[in-house]
Each structure stands twice: as structure tokens, then as C-alpha cells.
T-cell receptor, first 118, second 114 residues
Framework: AQKVTQAQTEISVVEKEDVTLDCVYE???????LFWYKQPPSGELVFLIR??????QNEISGRYSWNFQKSTSSFNFTITASQVVDSAVYFC???????????????FGRGTQLTVWP | DAGVIQSPRHEVTEMGQEVTLRCKPI?????LFWYRQTMMRGLELLIY????????DSGMPEDRFSAKMPNASFSTLKIQPSEPRDSAVYFC????????????FGEGSWLTVV
């Protein structure tokens, strides 16, 4: 079974602080994909990053960085020098990678509400 | 490219009424998903289509819910009759082969059943 756990329900930081959002996943598949999505107060779900299970390289995009560790089944997300506009709910998600590009379902964590205070 | 387009964005309806939510996936995407988001259950998959064919509808809560995809550019999610517990945000999403399963979401349809 696939499962994603985001243990942090809410996090509050002050602007310019760094913040790390935790994500732990469970799967029996050897090939899978991990995602982070952002849901700002306006409600839409915005894709941030995808990582496949064979690529454990960490990734940095501007103030965002992701740390994928297969050994601990974790895919953590760090925002450096947080800004008020980063305030949102962040979801970690997992999908299995079927053969032949047939798509599987996304399993979402419950999300972490990040509030960045000015 | 235009993103996933959903309508209506907001709907308030009375219990017992029929509700139809509509979705236009991103052009060229051959997989379409309907998700529901509630405080109690979070984001849950209701149904997904591949090449217009329903692949997994195990998340559809009950017979009051139905979904169709008559062609590659249109899908509907219908609730008949609606109940207050159906109040939620309904997201449509799509993806295509070659994007490593990246699923792009619409802005959601906010449904309130009173």
C-alpha cells in the first residue's frame, strides 16, 4: 500500500527564517515518483517538483530545495529565507510508476500549513 | 498553454438538487482525474480516466456520483441528488505520457450543498 505522512500539521515562522517541511512515505514499489504541491489561500494546487525513485540527487530551485533520502523514505522540502508569499498548505504526494506509462493514482499526505509572518 | 479549466468555480445548491461539474483538461493530456478535498479526508481520488476510459472509480463514494468523459477535451462529474456532506472542493487534473506522471490541477470547483 502507498502512504504519505506529513507529521507537521502547522508551522509558523517569521520572514527570512529557513523552514523544512517533512514528508515520509511508504511503498512496496521499487519504482515510484514523489511530488510536492503548493496550495495558496486562493485554493489552487500548484505543482512544485517531481522526483523519481532512481534519482536521489538533491535539487535546488531558487529558495526551494528538496532532500530525497531513500534509506529513510523521506522527501523533505526546505524553503530558505522564507517570505510572506510562501504562506500556503504544502502537500507531499506519491505515485507508483506503472509500465508503459499507464498512470497510477496520486497518494497525498494531509498537508502542512505554513504561515510566514512579516 | 491553457491549464486545466473547471467550471463552475463556486456553486451553492440545495440538498436534493443535481450538480454537474465540468472539466477541460490540458490539450494533449490523455489522463484525467477527479479529486475531492475536505477537511476531514484531505485530498482523495474519486475517479480517473485514461484515453477517455474510466480506469479506477473505486473512490467514487456512492451511486449518487457519476463521471463521464465523452471525448479527450471534456469531462463531467455529476452528483444526483446532492447532500450537505458532498460540500467540498472538487479538483480536476490531467497528465500526459512523457511527463513522468506529473499531474496538473485545475483551480477547483467549490461546492456547498445547503
Amino acid at each position: 500500500a502507498q502512504k504519505v505522512t506529513q507529521a507537521q500539521t502547522e508551522i509558523s515562522v517569521v520572514e527570512k527564517e529557513d523552514v523544512t517541511l517533512d514528508c515520509v512515505y511508504e511503498t512496496r514499489d521499487t519504482t515510484y515518483y514523489l511530488f510536492w504541491y503548493k496550495q495558496p489561500p486562493s485554493g489552487e494546487l500548484v505543482f512544485l517538483i517531481r522526483r523519481n525513485s532512481f534519482d536521489e540527487q538533491n535539487e535546488i530551485s531558487g529558495r526551494y530545495s528538496w532532500n530525497f533520502q531513500k534509506s529513510t523514505s523521506s522527501f523533505n522540502f526546505t524553503i530558505t529565507a522564507s517570505q510572506v508569499v510562501d504562506s500556503a498548505v504544502y502537500f507531499c504526494a506519491l505515485t507508483q510508476a506503472d509500465r508503459g506509462s499507464t498512470l497510477g493514482r496520486l497518494y497525498f499526505g494531509r498537508g502542512t500549513q505554513l504561515t510566514v509572518w512579516p | 498553454d491553457a491549464g486545466v479549466i473547471q467550471s463552475p468555480r463556486h456553486e451553492v445548491t440545495e440538498m436534493g438538487q443535481e450538480v454537474t461539474l465540468r472539466c477541460k483538461p490540458i490539450s494533449g493530456h490523455n489522463s484525467l482525474f477527479w479529486y475531492r478535498q475536505t477537511m476531514m479526508r484531505g485530498l482523495e481520488l474519486l475517479i480517473y480516466f485514461n484515453n477517455n476510459v474510466p480506469i479506477d472509480d473505486s473512490g467514487m463514494p456512492e451511486d449518487r456520483f457519476s463521471a463521464k468523459m465523452p471525448n479527450a477535451s471534456f469531462s463531467t462529474l455529476k452528483i444526483q441528488p446532492s447532500e450537505p456532506r458532498d460540500s467540498a472542493v472538487y479538483f480536476c487534473a490531467s497528465s500526459r505520457p512523457g511527463t513522468a506522471h506529473t499531474i496538473y490541477f485545475g483551480e477547483g470547483s467549490w461546492l456547498t450543498v445547503v
